[in-house]
């Protein structure tokens, strides 16, 4: 399909594709096997500008917007979804410092995440805080010039490996979410320290970590926005990423496809080669139609919020939620196409459907992004009487 | 330190075709890349003037869109590229080709160091790099492997030889040609790409770089190819049977008969 992108659209997904298929496709397999967070990330993504790319140009980025930024991780994803966890989780770690963050610390935090010199990571979820994210109980307690932060944050994406922590913690306890906030912490201070890593059914090239605040203090200037804002940047923080795990879902699949026609063509039984039986030829067709759907549907939305677009909740959550489990049942079908040799871990989709599994689930669960789209119909529906 | 890097476009290789009519190569509708062993030569070179300080040069022979592999260059990091393209400077033997290089080099003296790929992998005849320093009269070392030593006036490198390493030091300036040992060629950055499409990429001509026309392209080539064809292989084998003494026997008595003793 042609999707007109501009000149420099290209020259993003040409490079993405290269960074991918030459430096990450050959590590990939190795990665997940030895559950490793690649020590490659700033030659991958620094040394290439591209982890820049979803950053205004004023702190060192390429300024381009949701939809370069999807267009990276889709490329990414289709030699290692696990990889393009940890380069988009970079991107949702300085959001809330892009959306909310002052002048200072737009300058100091995102300039080097633009270099790939830091990473970033964002913290929200907590032990009883998952899809009801307002149930947080971390909280930060003011004293003069500081704050203190107390709480443990779970599952978070980069953690350990991230220098640059934004966290939702609450000021004001009483309040529930409204007594919310946004803080940056940066790795090494006092307080803060990391719990085990978790051990994943895929993306395990991805680093998934406890977060933990011990009496952790941080000066006042810390505070991203103001006090009582946490939630709302949680939530536009969101808004704005779920595309991103749409291009990662979509980059999923379309590895997961081109790996099943691969193997379709040159697998041979009954004297042919498998595609040329029309119950496998009717599933790749039917994988490659979810595929460009979901793809146009992750497209539109980015173009929607790049255009400027005020209220995009409900798309962002249907391109997540569609793309999401377009990658889940064409991983599945690519499984099954390879047959027993599918299941083998010497052949790389069984790896794409362990991937595939977590799109449906983080960065809210599809129940979740249903919950979403359902409010704003019911919203657009009242609002028109 | 300010580096000159030659490099040549060639056709990308999974591509090459051969028209079996003309027995030609088909450039019609081929990507054009770096020679991929200029590509080491290149990163050498970037990689110094990281460590070093100093200007890479890129310079290319070729028609005009080998201008594209001058592009690739500055976005993986050289800082100027000149390119050589005329009429007169077309159907060039690799002496003819020196040439034309070697007056290029002459106009962007001074300069510490050449590096070359050690081949090309369409002509592979690896003649370009040393014509080019013994046109200079400068010294040089081919395959190099790894620069152990780098200051001004003066180089140590590791070459290869067939089933040892040798080490040499060079003067400078002079020209060394690279294998792939050396390092490893980088991605380019979005920034550098950018860059690339703006650069200003001067053309030459024999009189820029003042050579004779006499001495480049066609007409200064010694060389001429009368024919390029796919070679027509006819094999034929023999089985000979029986037990090993008679196999022995009727092979020794055919190979007599052949002539061989």
């Not at chain 2, 094999?235 to 000979?240: H, K, M, V, Y």
Request: a neutral charge.
């Amino acid at each position: 399909m042609e999707y007109f992108f501009t000149e420099e659209q290209k020259m993003i997904k040409d490079l993405a594709r290269r960074v991918a298929r030459e430096r990450i496709l050959p590590v990939a397999a190795e990665l997940d096997e030895r559950e490793e967070f690649p020590a490659q990330m700033r030659e991958w993504f620094g040394e290439t500008d591209l982890m820049g790319v979803g950053i205004p140009e004023e702190y060192g980025g390429l300024g381009g917007g949701v939809l370069e930024t999807c267009l990276a991780v889709e490329e990414i994803s289709w030699a290692c979804p696990g990889v393009a966890t940890a380069y988009a989780a970079n991107w949702l770690g300085i959001m809330p410092i892009l959306l909310a963050g002052s002048e200072e610390q737009k300058q100091k935090y995102v300039r080097p995440v633009a270099r790939g010199e830091k990473l970033a990571a964002f913290c929200l979820t907590e032990a009883e805080a998952g899809s009801d994210a307002g149930a947080i109980r971390t909280t930060a307690r003011r004293e003069g010039d500081f704050y203190v932060l107390d709480g443990t944050k779970q599952w978070i994406t980069n953690g350990g490996e991230a220098d640059i922590y934004t966290v939702i913690a609450l000021t004001a306890p009483e309040k529930g979410p409204r007594g919310a906030s946004c803080f940056v912490v940066e790795k090494g201070t006092p307080g803060l320290s990391f719990g085990r890593k978790e051990k994943k059914m895929g993306i395990r090239a991805s680093a998934t970590r406890e977060v933990v605040f011990t009496g952790c203090r941080i000066p006042a200037s810390q505070l991203v926005g103001r006090e009582g804002q946490g939630f709302a940047i949680a939530m536009r923080t969101l808004d704005r990423a779920r595309p991103g795990v749409g291009a990662q879902a979509v980059g999923l699949a379309q590895g997961a496809l081109d790996r099943a026609l691969a193997y379709a063509r040159q697998r041979v039984q009954f004297g042919k080669p498998i595609i040329s039986f029309q119950a496998i030829a009717h599933m790749l067709a039917d994988m490659a139609t979810q595929i460009e759907a979901a793809r146009a549907l992750v497209y539109a939305t980015a173009r929607t919020i790049d255009a400027g677009a005020k209220d995009f909740a409900k798309e962002s959550a249907m391109a997540k939620l569609f793309a999401s489990d377009v990658a889940m049942r064409v991983a599945i079908d690519a499984v099954q196409i390879f047959g027993g040799y599918g299941y083998m871990r010497d052949y790389p989709v069984e790896k794409l459907m362990r991937d595939a599994k977590i799109t449906q689930i983080y960065e809210g669960t599809n129940q979740i992004q249903r919950n979403v789209i359902a409010q704003e119909l019911l919203r657009e529906s009242a609002r028109k009487g | 330190m300010k580096v000159i890097v030659l490099i040549k476009q060639v056709p990308e290789t999974t591509e090459v075709r051969i028209n079996p009519e003309t027995n030609t190569l088909v450039r019609e509708g081929v990507k054009g890349i770096i020679n991929p062993f200029d590509t080491y030569a290149l990163e050498e070179g970037v990689r110094i003037k990281e460590r070093l300080g100093g200007t890479v040069v890129v310079v290319s022979m070729g028609p005009p869109q080998a201008r594209e592999a001058l592009q690739d260059a500055i976005a993986l990091g050289a800082d100027e590229a000149v390119l050589l393209s005329d009429r007169a400077f077309a159907g060039a033997d690799t002496l003819a080709t020196s040439r034309a290089l070697a007056a290029a080099v002459r106009k962007l003296e001074p300069y510490d160091l050449i590096i070359c790929g050690k081949q090309a992998i369409d002509g592979d005849t690896a003649q370009v790099g040393p014509e080019v320093a013994e046109l200079l009269d400068i010294p040089h070392v081919t395959y190099v492997r790894r620069i152990r030593e780098l200051e001004p006036g003066r180089v140590v490198v590791e070459r290869m030889v067939e089933g040892a390493v040798e080490t040499v030091e060079m003067s400078l300036p002079g020209l060394i040609t690279v294998v792939k040992d050396i390092n490893q060629p980088r991605i380019p950055s979005l920034k550098g790409i950018m860059k690339a499409r703006r650069a200003a990429i001067p053309v030459w001509t024999p009189a820029d770089v003042g050579i004779s026309e006499e001495l480049v392209g066609l007409r200064g080539s010694p060389t001429v190819v009368e024919k390029v064809f796919v070679p027509q292989v006819e094999r034929r084998g023999e089985i000979l049977e029986g037990s090993p003494r008679e196999v022995a026997e009727a092979l020794l008595s055919r190979l007599e008969a052949l002539g061989v003793r």
